[in-house]
């Protein structure tokens, strides 16, 4: 047994084996029907049946099922920074996290798009305990990241992960997708975990581990949704926060997030490529003492990325002016987005709690508050 079999994705040389026995499946036929609406049954069946790799999963069906997501719940995908991509080279894509699935796919489309390699994508094992997910996952190249452990379990899974990535990195020339953290930005700020760094030197093969990140390629991504389709679900657990309650999560909720993250309205969306983190780190070797401080200086150098290129919308600035009580960006909106914008929060917000409402508000506020850090002007 290959000591990565609990969390590694599919070999091409399973692919073929894993579809024959999830392509009778319900939630396939609905997966399917989505992408290839008026199609009939036994053309992509038959088309699934000759599938024989990842990337011809990927690209023969994933793709198809990302245009129809992008047409019927947004007003397109733009994108910046992919032309400082090189071809056959692996980079590991740290980015911000606000949808389970579409963060990752969106990026993979993008990357098929630029005639780039697409990644293998990081999950939490909790979202694909049924089986029909955990095979459609390990089709799409995702690898499981292995949730509510004890701390000595949670060790030994993070050395695993950690070296199954340099596996990726290093010796299959495979990039890689990785949240900044765990679990998706509930408040609006992105901000790197040093944890999640940590965990990915523990697969290290440097004496020092800065030079072991320069090895790697570190890529920041930011992505941005003018409409975060699963934002009034986010909110729940920040009343529990609120209330200094333990967050526990309904059942199936990581589904229905799951599903509404893809069909929710997002109207635009934007991904960022930010620069390869190689003489910043340099930096931060000469200049940063110890490695604690090291890791700490990494993860703000990578907040810095993703802040500064995150792009804002017409729904950040409208909620800063609300939050704030001002009219500092009113020259960046209409008074009917910001009536769009208070209409959709009167009707996904319970107002007797004006800690959800709040929280609503800051949500959208936040990435201006942060972008302002490192700028005074800010524009659409």
Known sequence: MNKFDAIRSFYDSEINEGIIKVIDHPMMKALMNFCFPGVDDEV?????RKTHSIRDFQCNFIYHGVQQVLEKSS?????????KLEKNTAYLFVSNHRDIVLDTTLLNASLFEYGLDMTSSAIG???????FLKTLSKLNRN?????????????????????????????????????????RTKDGNDETNPGVLKMIAMGSDEPNIMDYFKKIKIVPVSI??????????????????????VYIKEKNEDFKTLLSGIIGQKKRIHIHIGDVLDTE?????????TT?????????????????????????????DIVNNSTRFTHLYTENEKLLFERRLELRIDHEHPVAK???????????????????????
């Open 44 to 48: 992509w069946k038959e088309q699934l």
């Open 143 to 183: 690898f499981l990241v292995q949730r509510g452990l004890s701390p000595r379990e949670l060790l030994v899974s993070s050395k695993l992960l950690s070296e199954y990535m340099a596996q990726l990195l290093l010796h299959e020339n495979r990039s890689v997708w990785i949240a900044q953290r765990e679990g």
């Open 281 to 289: 780190i340099d930096d931060i070797i000469k200049n940063v003492d």
């Open 224 to 245: 941005s949704y003018e409409y975060d389709p699963t934002d009034a679900l986010k909110m729940p657990q920040l009343l529990a926060e609120a209330n200094n309650e």
């Open 75 to 83: 007003e397109g995908l733009t994108t910046s920074g992919f032309e």
């Open 292 to 320: 604690n401080k090291q890791v700490q200086a990494l993860a703000q150098t990578i907040d810095d990325s993703i802040l500064v290129n995150y792009k804002l919308w017409t729904t950040n600035f409208i909620a800063y």
């Open 125 to 131: 094992d909790n979202l694909v305990k049924k089986s």
């Open 358 to 380: 709040q929280g609503f508000l800051d949500m959208y506020a936040n990435p201006v508050v942060n972008k302002l850090k490192y700028v005074d002007a800010l524009t659409l």
